[in-house]
């Protein structure tokens, strides 16, 4: 990067902004990070800035979009490498795969520094042999790895053949959330909520990966062991009518709400007893996250990054993927525990304090992209 500069300035690429973890944490990083010290953009590379985007211009943040085509898109690249010329970039910071491969391609014959993170994997994970070569080849011309869980570092390294030992991990942080009890109250009156009502809550893009069936079908057979149980699911996606016919052909219809999606959802979390998290897959769940700010047990799938933010028995409870019994077993001796429901709560939010705080997050990035322009200077 040859002299030192008293500024770096910094374009986050994705897929887009609209609302989802990644899209989380880039607005957090571009939100929280020293003005001082860095100028950061934002470049959409599927057309659609989104309204996590939208948000960030309107506090004047630069946020584009270019339009990817099918196939290898080497326009893309070009005109990726235009943007990375034109702002004086001195870090592309690549979020997933795909942005990686155009911002790393783009950067070629540039200045500029690439930094990837790797959000999440898809399940089942597969091997990608084509890719083999060119991954190892793009792992070492990239200044910085890095991962939101273990988990998602080992996948890196079994899957796409990148060496684990330059991989870092930086958990996702967020701020913590707050509802009031007035604000409570008043959303069990809107939800219609009967008197004394134990609630389950789940908040996700309706989507395969996260499993909604598997939670549906257990709390089918909760309900036949309990009474006054209802299940809140905040969200939208391909899923929906798919959950919905599940919801009708279980005969849960007055048990389940569906409440699509809510700019807001940490109401409906704040007013449950329990967050679940049945997915396949989970990188750092940022719904998980804020669930546990507000002091909400969490019950969650045993995979992917949750057992390194869940301390199984203590800040919450882990069940095997995809197994039923085993999660209605954990849910019934928990909610007929609500003493034992009370510490897990308590757990969680001190957990949450401790280490997955946007400070602690932004304060980890903000040394990496310092690094990173050092070793170049």
Known sequence: MGNFVSKLNILHVTFNMGVGGTEQVITQLVENGDPQRFRQEVLCIDGEVGPMGQRLANQGIKVS?????????????????????????????????????YGWLAARMTRALVVFTEHGRFHPDRYRTKAKWLNRWMARTTAALVAISRATADALAEYEFMPRRRIQVIYNGIQGKTVTEDQKRSLAGELSLPKGARVLCMVSRLDPIKNHSLALRAFQALCDRLDNLVLVIVGDGPERAAIEEQVRELGLSERVRLVGYSASPEKYMALSDLYLLTSYSEGTSMTLLEAMSLGVAPVATDVGGNPEIIEHGKSGCLVPNDDQPAL??????????????????????????????????????????????????
């Not at 196939?71 to 795969?97: M, S, T």
């Not at 757990?347 to 690094?371: D, I, K, P, Q, W």
């Open 65 to 101: 979009a270019l339009c990817r085509r099918p196939g290898i898109d080497l326009r893309l690249a070009r005109d990726l490498r235009r943007r990375i010329r034109e702002g004086d970039i001195h870090i592309v910071h690549c979020h997933q795969y795909t942005p990686y491969f």
């Open 328 to 377: 209605v077993e954990a849910l019934a001796g928990l909610l007929e525990r609500p003493d034992q429901i009370d510490r897990m709560a308590r757990e969680a939010r001190e957990a949450f304090e401790a280490r997955f705080s946007v400070a602690t997050m932004v304060g980890e990035y903000n040394r990496l992209y310092n690094n990173v322009a050092g070793s170049r200077a």
